[in-house]
C-alpha cells in the first residue's frame, strides 16, 4: 500500500527544497521551539495536519497495513524456522541412529532423501 497524502509537508520538503536547514530541523523534531520562517512553516503544517481528520485515517489505515505485513512476515519467518529445525532434529536422529549401528547407513541416506555418500559426507562417518 503506499500512501498518497498531499499534506502541507509535501510544498514544504519537496517545493521549497532550498530552505531546508538541518540544523533547525533537528530543533524542531526534537521539541525545540521552531526558529525561522523555514521551521515555524513545519510547526504550523504540523498544526494543521493533527487537526486533518482524513489524513489521520490515511496514516492510520497506512500504519495498520503496515503492522499486519509485520506480522505475516513473522509468522512466516517462525514457520520457516519450525521446519527447519524439524529438518534438522530428523537428521540428528538418522545419524545418531547409524553411528549406534541401530540404523544402516543406506536406510539412513534413504530416510534423508539423499545418496549414500551425501548422507555419509553430512554424518561426518
Same mark, same amino acid.
Given at each position: 500500500?503506499?500512501?498518497?497524502?498531499?499534506?502541507?509537508?509535501?510544498?514544504?520538503?519537496?517545493?521549497?527544497?532550498?530552505?531546508?536547514?538541518?540544523?533547525?530541523?533537528?530543533?524542531?523534531?526534537?521539541?525545540?521551539?521552531?526558529?525561522?520562517?523555514?521551521?515555524?512553516?513545519?510547526?504550523?503544517?504540523?498544526?494543521?495536519?493533527?487537526?486533518?481528520?482524513?489524513?489521520?485515517?490515511?496514516?492510520?489505515?497506512?500504519?495498520?497495513?503496515?503492522?499486519?505485513?509485520?506480522?505475516?512476515?513473522?509468522?512466516? $519467518? %517462525?514457520? =520457516? +524456522? !519450525?521446519? /527447519? $529445525? %524439524?529438518? =534438522? +532434529? !530428523?537428521? /540428528?536422529?538418522?545419524?545418531?541412529?547409524?553411528?549406534?549401528?541401530?540404523?544402516?547407513l543406506k536406510d539412513a541416506?534413504?530416510?534423508?532423501?539423499?545418496?549414500?555418500?551425501?548422507?555419509?559426507?553430512?554424518?561426518?562417518?
Amino acid at each position: 500500500m503506499r500512501l498518497r497524502v498531499r499534506s502541507p509537508f509535501y510544498k514544504i520538503c519537496y517545493v521549497n527544497p532550498r530552505e531546508c536547514k538541518p540544523q533547525a530541523q533537528r530543533d524542531a523534531i526534537g521539541g525545540k521551539a521552531p526558529k525561522g520562517k523555514f521551521t515555524e512553516t513545519i510547526a504550523d503544517a504540523v498544526e494543521v495536519a493533527k487537526e486533518n481528520k482524513e489524513m489521520k485515517v490515511e496514516y492510520m489505515t497506512y500504519y495498520m497495513e503496515l503492522r499486519r505485513s509485520e506480522e505475516r512476515g513473522m509468522e512466516k $519467518g %517462525r514457520e =520457516e +524456522g !519450525r521446519k /527447519e $529445525g %524439524r529438518m =534438522e +532434529g !530428523r537428521m /540428528e536422529a538418522l545419524k545418531s541412529l547409524v553411528a549406534s549401528k541401530l540404523l544402516s547407513l543406506k536406510d539412513a541416506a534413504a530416510a534423508a532423501g539423499m545418496s549414500e555418500e551425501k548422507f555419509k559426507e553430512f554424518a561426518d562417518l
